[in-house]
């Protein structure tokens, strides 16, 4: 099984240029751990749910809600967003990529072809996969696109 | 497979009133990222490292002016644990601890045995036993096979060869005829779908002569496509993410034909994977 098996394709991406606050609310929207950032059609950078709660006031912040979500907005993700992203080809071993996202601790891992993002592995499509191999169920169809 | 066997270490765990940053500095000594919190003997929360960094000071300094640090040092783990965690019993079954995960959105699970706990498994650890199960029932092998046939005698061998390849690996075929792209000409296309259609059909019943022949069953998909040969060969092949393309060897040649460059050499440079030439037949029986 490779990447291109388990990858789902036309996968969600925010673009370099949005806020941290978008990038946030797409994380959220779509139950996503971790959320490509693209130039066009090329990868650039990873956000993850870590990064967003790094950047997050603290719990001894002084500002409101609607302050927060006002700075957030402010944001732009390429100063949040992993630069130079962890990424596997489509015909990387399934196997190899599951070990890197936990290595990397990796919600999800971004598949391109050249610098183009082409897929998505989630640790839930993943987990779906674990819950129906140990089951002795047929694999899931192949995620659909999300 | 209980995810009890998943538990390597005894649990590690603190308290409600322990100081944010205590808790923390443990994890971080232990190398983990969550902390079950437990009040006299019994499980009142868990402590994600993403809790931690969430209540602490913000990465980004525009926002951070704002955090309060005397506040931020007063913080305890109560502060910013999740209540009411979800729990799961030292036999719960991987496979349904892997679905509750991802039903429910969680990283980690404290693991009760007689109500007291007994360790925590993360997605990190169900991954692992995936990346087990893959190694073991799952080895990559070819996934698909890319053969490319022509309408010349004796490129069926170069099929024939693919399609015992696929069957005896498992591998998906797609048996790839590329004609040179045809000028177009108005009024022309329907002839131009015609042909096509009958090029497809002829390499589809060449597949089907040789399974027949062979007396095997294999599903084989088969594709014409129209322009330089090579480069057509190499983006289909990308495109299926092919593991191996199959071709045959060009026919015997005179000395100036030799020179000149064969698809294997042109498709070399291109090719996204491993290619296959297959030989004449004559050129094989001559070795024996």
């Known amino acids: 099984m490779r990447a291109a098996d388990r990858m789902r394709r036309e996968p969600v991406a925010v673009a370099a240029a949005e806020s941290l606050g978008h990038g946030a609310r797409v994380l959220a929207r779509h139950r996503l751990g971790a959320v490509p950032v693209v130039r066009g059609d090329a990868l650039v950078g990873l956000l993850d749910a870590a990064d967003v709660a790094r950047a997050h006031p603290s719990a001894a912040t002084s500002l409101a809600i609607g302050e927060i979500h006002g700075r957030l907005d402010r944001v732009r993700l390429d100063r949040i967003a992993r630069p130079d992203p962890p990424a596997v080809g489509r015909r990387t071993p399934l196997a190899d990529a599951v070990r890197l996202m936990r290595t990397r601790r990796l919600a999800a891992l971004p598949v391109i072809q050249g610098d183009r993002l082409v897929g998505l592995l ?17 694999p899931p169809s192949r995620p659909r696109a999300a | 497979m209980h995810i009890k066997t998943l538990l390597t270490r005894p649990a590690i765990t ?3 009133a322990t100081p944010l940053r205590d808790a923390h500095a443990l994890m971080r000594r232990r190398g983990i990222r969550h902390l079950p919190v437990v009040d006299t003997g019994r499980l009142v929360g868990m402590l994600a490292e993403r809790d931690v960094e969430r209540a602490s000071a913000s990465s980004v300094p525009e926002i951070a002016r704002h955090d309060w640090a005397e506040g931020l040092a007063g913080l305890v783990v109560a502060d910013a644990m999740a209540r009411g965690p979800l729990a799961l019993h030292a036999q719960t079954a991987v496979a349904e601890a892997a679905r509750l995960a991802r039903d429910h959105g969680v990283d980690a699970f404290p693991v009760l045995d007689d109500g007291l706990v007994v360790g925590v498994v993360t997605r990190s650890d169900l991954l692992a036993v995936l990346s087990g199960l893959l190694d073991h029932r799952h080895p990559t092998g070819l996934g698909h096979v890319l053969a490319a046939t022509s309408l010349r005698p004796g490129a069926a061998r170069a099929l024939g060869e693919a399609l015992r390849i696929a069957a005896t690996t498992g591998a998906a075929l797609t048996a790839l005829h590329v004609r040179a792209a045809a000028r177009p000409v108005p009024g022309r296309e329907e002839q131009e779908r015609v042909a096509i259609e009958r090029v497809r059909r002829h390499v589809a019943d060449e597949a089907m002569a040789i399974l027949r022949a062979t007396g095997r069953a294999q599903d084989v998909r088969c594709e014409v496509a129209e322009g330089p040969v090579a480069r057509e060969i190499a983006r289909r092949a990308e495109e299926l993410d092919a593991d191996l393309i199959v071709i045959g060897a060009p026919a015997r040649r005179r000395v100036l034909g030799a020179l000149l460059p064969t698809l294997g050499d042109r498709l070399t440079p291109l090719a996204p994977c491993p290619m ?3 030989p004449r037949a004559g050129a094989l029986d001559a070795r024996g």
């Open chain 2, 14 to 16: 603190t308290g409600p």
């Open chain 2, 276 to 278: 296959l030439t297959i």
């Open chain 1, 122 to 138: 989630t640790d839930d499509d993943l987990l779906e996969l674990l819950a129906a191999l140990l089951d002795g169920e047929p």
